[in-house]
């Protein structure tokens, strides 16, 4: 999977694809994809960290992330392109089917 920094048309019009199908809207904040999610307890919210946990594990790329609550919040860059990738999109993709 590519590395590569994507420029920001390339960033439009993945977002675009991805915020498609998501039940709340993913954004770019501070370079990062960005998104908050909001669940019905703590345990949901734990338990959701840990099934994105396994497969940013395996696909060895790490959110920037927080949790206070039933509240997760993700943040989603590649550290050695400086910048958002396809790898991004990709994990940000499959944190999304893992909220539901």
Do not use: C
Request: hydrophobic fraction near 50%.
């Amino acid at each position: 999977m590519s590395r590569a920094k994507l420029d920001s048309e390339a960033i439009a019009r993945a977002l675009s694809e991805l915020n498609a199908s998501a039940a709340a809207p993913w954004s770019v904040a501070e370079g990062k994809l960005h998104k908050a999610f909001q669940f019905k307890d703590f345990v949901d919210a734990f338990g959701f960290m840990s099934r994105v946990a396994l497969v940013a594990e395996s696909m060895d790329h790490h959110p920037e992330w927080s949790n206070v609550y039933s509240r997760v919040v993700v943040d989603l860059s590649t550290h050695d392109a400086d910048g958002i990738t396809v790898l991004d999109f990709t994990l940000a993709s499959r944190i999304e089917a893992l909220s539901g």
